[in-house]
């Protein structure tokens, strides 16, 4: 007869399984219509952990029953884990004539000075040609009025991707600045288009019709969509919450509101961006920050048909946001069946809250 402890550890587990199981329907469903769902699909990693760590206990209690669980909800929830973990090995080299795509959110050249150094944007700058991509997309790129903050010559300059496109979604002239993403390229850029969202919003995407060296035609996707706008405060306030429970309070109810407004947002984006993606008639390879998880119903709308870089040449777990969510990837590179993928890197240089990510491609 199982004691009081277990009978409370197996119903524990069974709630688990079952936030698992059900959190892993999200992609399917849309927040509008259920929004609960997607925050379970932020628990995702909290439960497989948890799971884990349960059929290991009932393996040295030897409960059947709890072994059996765990078995089978890993064994159900396997297949969408490779969103996450990829166990590919001896990846082929990619050739010479692979083009190299890089994608990087740079909290708009930290100009606001949010880390406190001085010369971070320079770093950035630096990095950013050190990786020597063929194709850069940046998200959250600021660019300014004056000569010293016209960031996209300095970039062109410094790496020599002498093509660009720059589309602003925030235009604040008497600050000195626009706000938007931008694609610099090492080829000749044909056609260039934008993709304003719905809604009062700062996010966007854009796209360039790009010519590459054995002229094909690549259209090449810069995302961004909407953030949680979630004050550091408020985490404060929760991690706290012995300081003040009334604010404890009020920062959790806030916290609640803004990431219920951000998952509905992002599928009205997703579904936008969908659309555009229906309409072209190249191959794809769409790059950014869709500020949620490989298991949001924003990546499964975008993604579709097409491929992601990491699932198919990434290695291990790949995280690519320092916070608020550091275990999880949710900047992308994805990509038409008709390209092929060889390598896919994260680095990690904490200079934005997010890390570069690159891979290269090849037409098939």
Not at 181 to 193: A, D, E, M, Q, W
Not at 270 to 277: D, G, H, P, T, W
Request: net charge positive.
């Amino acid at each position: 007869m199982l004691s009081w402890r277990n009978k409370l550890i197996l119903f524990i587990n069974y709630c688990v399984s079952f936030c698992l199981i059900v959190g892993l329907s999200a992609p399917y469903i849309p927040p509008s219509q259920f929004v609960y769902l997607s925050y379970l699909a932020l628990g995702i990693h909290f439960f497989l952990f948890t799971s884990i760590v349960l059929m290991i206990y009932w393996i040295f209690n030897w409960l059947k029953k709890g072994i059996l669980i765990n078995i089978i909800t890993l064994l159900i929830c396997f297949s969408p884990f490779s969103n996450t973990f990829s166990l590919r090995k001896n990846l082929p080299k990619h050739p010479h004539t692979a083009i190299k795509v890089l994608t990087y959110n740079v909290m708009n050249l930290d100009l606001y000075r949010w880390s406190r150094g001085e010369i971070v944007r320079e770093k950035i700058i630096k990095l950013i040609d050190s990786l020597s991509a063929d194709i850069i997309c940046l998200q959250e790129f600021y660019q300014g009025e004056e000569s010293a903050n016209d960031n996209i010559k300095i970039i062109s300059s410094s790496t020599e991707n002498k093509f660009h496109y720059f589309h602003p979604f925030v235009s604040r002239p008497k600050r000195g600045g626009f706000f938007g993403n931008v694609i610099f390229s090492r080829f000749p850029i044909l056609k260039t288009g934008a993709i304003p969202f719905p809604g009062k919003t700062s996010n966007g995407g854009i796209y360039a019709d790009i010519l590459l060296p054995k002229h094909d035609t690549v259209r090449v996707y810069c995302l961004h969509l909407e953030s949680f706008h979630i004050p550091q405060q408020d985490f404060t306030n929760l991690e706290h919450p012995g300081n003040n429970e009334k604010e404890s309070v009020k920062s959790a109810k806030k916290i609640r509101r803004k990431l219920s407004t951000a998952f509905i947002k992002r599928e009205a984006q997703a579904k936008v961006v969908k659309q555009s993606l229906n309409k072209c008639h190249y191959p794809v390879i769409v790059a950014g920050d869709f500020n949620d998880t490989p298991y949001s119903y924003a990546y499964h709308k975008i993604r579709g048909n097409l491929e992601d870089a990491f699932t198919t040449s990434g290695k291990w777990w790949s995280t690519t946001v320092y916070k608020p969510m550091p275990l999880w990837r949710i900047d992308y590179l994805l990509y038409s069946k008709s390209i092929h993928v060889f390598g896919y890197e994260t680095i990690q240089k904490k200079l934005s809250d997010h890390k570069p990510v690159f891979a290269w491609f090849e037409m098939r």
